[in-house]
Structure formats: C-alpha cells, structure tokens
C-alpha cells in the first residue's frame, strides 16, 4: 500500500477536484493526507450560518476535518499561511498573504510533511491553479517545488477537463433549452482548467460521488444546501464530477509506479 497526500489553498478545495481521487484511494487501502496553505478566513461565508462570533477560519477548519472523515483521510495538516483573497484584492498583494510568500519557504514546509509521510503521490494544481486564484497558483508553484525536495516519485497537478466541462454544459443547454441553475460558462473559457489535449490522466471515481458530495455538504461555511452541485440529480452529479482529471509531467515507469498510482490513475491515452 502507499500514501497519497492532496496540497490544497483552502479548506473546501479538496471536495470538488479531488474528493473523489481520495475517496477511491482510501477504500483502496491506501493512506490519505490533506495539507492546506491556509485556513480560508477571506472565503464567503453562506449568510446565517456563522452563529453570533463565531470566527470563519476556525469553522472552515472543522469543516476540513468533516470532510476528511467522509472521504477516509487520516491526516490533516495546516501550514499555518495567510489567505490572499481573490485575484485584484488587496489581500492578494499583502506581503503577508500565502500568494507572496517566498515558494521555497513554503516548499520546506510542505516537504516536511511529505517525508514524514513517505509520501508516494502528491497532487497539487495546474499552472493557473485551475481557477487563477493567486493561492492556488501558489499551491502549483510550491507543491512541484516539495515534490523535488522530498524525492516524491508522482506529483499529479489537478485540473478541471475544459472540453468536458463544455461538452457537459452545452448538453445540459440542449437538453433543457436553457443554462443550468446559476451556472454561466461561455465558450471560451481560457480561466478554467486546461484543453483535453493537455490532460495526461484521470480517475474514475463514479462509485465515490455520494461521497464526494457528503466531502461537500462538510463545508456547509461555504456551499450551502441550495448550492447548484448539490442540487444536481445524482445521475448528472456522478456524470459531471465522478472523473477527476490530472496533469503529470513525469509519469513513472510502470515497472517501479507506486501501488497508489497504478491503482488510482489511469492515462487519458
């Protein structure tokens, strides 16, 4: 068996483009680490649910390790960074923020824990952070940094299918004549995710969207009962979200793969 560690910006990042990669490799046996740069605290919060004082990070935190007992994690980590925000917020420019720390800093500090764990895959973001969210730019820039110091053999860049997502989307249009509930997505979208052709990998997860979803519902902070994914009929849920897709730079030799990435990841071609 093996160890996967997951590196995310912020507490609920985990539930959409990975949950069901843990989910899978935690059934498998394998073992499971969730690492977060920060702990949300710039987020939205969905209104009335926060009671009177409560303070969001420490509710995002909780949050974090709900969603980690849905999905079979058995460690949960926090760096201890600074939200940045979203892009063109100031937060994004303090020098405090996780978006200017200094990426080897913050590379140490996450290898730290991957040699602790002997780790055998990480996953972090793609180039854009699959959003252009400046901590998730961040996660990409110091996971691949870790992976070299702490030898790590797979480091796997989560990404959002971009010609799956439209194909999904114009079915969706086609079928009901008009956009799904509170979603907008034109047809170009150069923000989110990468093109197909870019993609190297992915993980069948459908058997895992109930719990992928439940990883969601965890983060009740953030996404609540109304929220359009978890408003979904199950069928069109594990259709959209049950394969989670991923960029590998380095595939191993298949002779000397760790067991958790044999078992989990699968090539796109």
Not at 100 to 106: D, H, M, S
Not at 248 to 255: C, I, M, Q, T, Y
């Amino acid at each position: 068996m093996g160890t996967l560690v997951s590196f995310h910006a912020h507490p609920d990042d985990e539930s959409i483009g990975t949950a069901g990669t843990l989910a899978k490799a935690a059934a498998l046996g394998h073992r499971v680490v969730l690492v977060f740069a920060t702990r949300g605290e710039l987020g939205r919060s969905v209104p009335g649910v926060l009671a009177e004082g409560e303070n969001l990070a420490v509710r995002r935190s909780a949050e974090c390790y709900a969603s980690a007992k849905e999905l079979g994690v058995a460690r949960v980590e926090f760096l201890g960074y600074v939200d940045s925000g979203p892009a063109g917020e100031p937060g994004a420019e303090a020098p405090y923020s996780f978006a200017q720390v200094p990426t080897e800093q913050a590379a140490r500090r996450l290898a730290l824990v991957l040699e602790d764990e002997e780790a055998d895959v990480l996953t972090t973001y793609d180039d854009n952070g699959g959003t252009g969210d400046p901590d998730r730019i961040k996660v990409h820039q110091v996971g691949q940094r870790a992976g070299e110091l702490a030898g790590v053999p797979v480091v796997a860049q989560s990404t959002t299918n971009r010609d799956w997502m439209l194909r999904g989307m114009r079915g969706l249009r086609s079928e009901r004549g008009e956009a799904a509930p509170d979603i907008e997505i034109p047809d170009e979208a150069p923000a989110i995710g990468k093109p197909e052709s870019e993609i190297t990998h992915r993980v069948e997860a459908v058997e895992y969207a109930e719990q992928k979803r439940n990883s969601m519902r965890a983060h009740a902070s953030q996404m609540g009962p109304d929220h359009f994914l978890l408003t979904m009929p199950d069928a069109v849920f594990a259709m959209g979200l049950g394969t989670e897709f991923y960029i590998v730079d380095e595939p191993p030799n298949p002779a000397s793969a760790p067991d958790v990435w044999t078992d989990v990841f699968e090539p796109m071609r």
